[in-house]
């Protein structure tokens, strides 16, 4: 089954421990992405990626990382989560640029930073 | 800037008609989404409009006016598992694929 697989679904951690969500893709595309999605403002972007060792930052970057060492694979590292990190979390994929290429969306990461 | 306009909130009746519209403001202009959205869940796929113009898709239809900047999903025939939040997504042009997100419209459907 085609899909995007984000782990794990719930977090609970302390402020400064790092942490690490994995999201993996299995439809071979290129372009992958993570949001946060906050109430009353919206999914917002974190980092992206073209293609494999290509990132790049989105419009709320500031506290998180990313790495694309594999197509697959675009995991969001929290060096040191801080309680303003706490939300849900969406990794999303999409085969490419343009067209009718909407991104499929993983079931989404509840972290809560106390 | 960028920026998406919908309304917050929207109820409706079992078997009738809503519409939810959308404004948005976007560096340039190339194709817009509409996404369903269940509480917690991820954004599942609704439509997709490039061109000015209706587009349909069995009870739900998207309409797209790229010279006023304004969208609406029309979802017919509702059913209590519309009950969700609908996000309107414009992509800005350029090189990568990102789209821009409302706050969405949350809608709650009544017997």
């Known amino acids: 089954e085609a899909q995007v697989t984000q782990n794990p679904r719930y977090l609970i951690t302390v402020t400064g421990k790092k942490l690490t969500v994995t999201c993996s893709q299995n439809?071979?595309?290129?372009?992958m992405s993570w949001y946060r999605q906050d109430p009353g403002l919206g999914l917002r972007q974190i980092y992206y990626s073209m293609n494999v060792e290509v990132t790049d930052k989105g419009d709320v970057p500031e506290g998180y990382k990313v790495s694309r060492k594999e197509k697959r694979n675009f995991p969001l590292i929290l060096e040191s989560p801080s309680p303003n990190q706490t939300s849900l979390y969406f990794c999303?994929?999409?085969?490419?640029?343009?067209?009718?290429?909407?991104?499929?969306f993983g079931s989404g990461t509840r972290l809560t930073v106390v | 800037g960028q920026n998406i306009d919908q309304p917050t909130e929207m109820t409706a009746t079992e078997g009738a008609i809503v519409q939810i519209n959308c404004t948005y403001q976007?560096?340039?202009?190339?194709?817009l989404f509409w996404y369903q959205q269940h509480a917690g869940e991820a954004p599942t796929f609704l439509s997709y409009?490039?061109?000015?113009g209706l587009e349909e898709k069995g009870r739900f239809s998207s309409f797209l006016s790229r010279s006023k900047g304004y969208s609406y999903l029309l979802l017919k025939e509702l059913q209590m598992k519309d009950s969700a939040s609908y996000l309107c997504?414009?992509?800005?042009?350029?090189?990568?694929?990102?789209?821009?997100f409302g706050a969405g419209t949350r809608l709650a459907v009544h017997p």
């Open positions: 439809m071979n595309h290129e372009y």
């Open positions: 976007t560096s340039g202009f190339n194709g």
């Open positions: 997504a414009p992509r800005p042009a350029g090189g990568y694929n990102k789209l821009i």
């Open positions: 999303a994929s999409s085969l490419k640029t343009g067209g009718l290429y909407g991104y499929t």
């Open positions: 409009n490039v061109l000015d």
